[in-house]
Structures are given as C-alpha cells and as structure tokens.
C-alpha cells in the first residue's frame, strides 16, 4: 500500500484533549476502509503565518499512514467537512523516516535548551574585535569627508 504523511490544523479554541480525539476520529475513519496509522504526533498550538478563518493560532497534528488511495480520499473528504478542522495536506511519500519529525526534534531542542545550530561564536566578551571591518575611528568629526558647497 501507499505510504503518507497528512498534516492537519484544527481550531485555536479546542482544548487539548479535542485536538487529539480528532486524531483518533481520523486515525478511525483510515482504519475503517482499510489503512492503518503508522505513528501520529500532537505538535500542539502554533501560530500560523496569517489567519485562516479568523483563527491566527492552530492544533496542530500529524499523521503517518500506510492506506490504499481510497481510505486517504475519504478521510480527506471528513476533513474538509468537518468544523473543527481548519487545514488539510497530505503528501505521498516513498518511505517514512524513522524517529520523531523535525517538528518534534525541535521541540526538544528547545526544551532542553540546546544552542547547537548557532555554532562556536567565539570569546565574544571583547567587543572591540571588529572582524574585518576595521575600526571606524572617530566619528564626530565628518568635515573631511563631506564637503559643504554654498
């Protein structure tokens, strides 16, 4: 069978415990016409990048599938028909990748408070290294290098 990825946002004013059971309806409904859920993740509440129905804040989740086109079309058919649901995508991927997503690692990053992407900054204690711009020397007096025309 196929293998997929869906991600889905759901409404900013459900409560945590809603945004999953909507995982487990949707889980349900691909199970039923004969798919089944690898692994799902509740990333939790994000801000979207613009609102989309007057909701600038979302549930977000996401679902790894291995279902025949079938079952993806009618959960996407739900989906779409269902409320609570704001955003829909589903992507036909050629193998799952293994572990948690990228979503996931970097909440741990963040809780843990790893810094590990910024790379070595250096001593930076000493702001009078100013790499290769130079010094600027004195700036109060511009007079040489502007001249006033009259």
Not at 90 to 96: F, K, M, P, W
């Amino acid at each position: 069978m196929p293998l997929y990825e869906h991600v889905f946002i759901s409404r900013q004013d459900l409560s945590n415990a809603q945004a999953e059971g909507l995982i487990e309806h949707f889980n349900a409904v691909l199970t039923d016409n004969g798919g089944k859920v690898v692994e799902h993740e509740y990333w939790g509440v994000k801000t979207m990048a613009y609102k989309i129905n007057k909701n600038r804040k979302g549930h977000y989740a996401f679902l790894r599938s291995d279902a025949p086109a079938a079952a993806v079309q009618e959960m996407e058919r739900l989906m779409r028909l269902h409320d609570d649901v704001v955003r829909v995508l589903t992507v036909r991927v050629d193998a799952h990748e293994e572990g948690p997503s990228a979503q996931m690692q970097k909440r741990d990053d963040r809780e843990r408070g790893d810094r590990g992407d910024r790379g070595d900054r250096g001593d930076r204690g000493d702001r009078g290294d100013r790499g290769d711009r130079g010094d600027r020397g004195d700036r109060g007096d511009r007079g040489d290098r502007r001249e006033r025309r009259v």
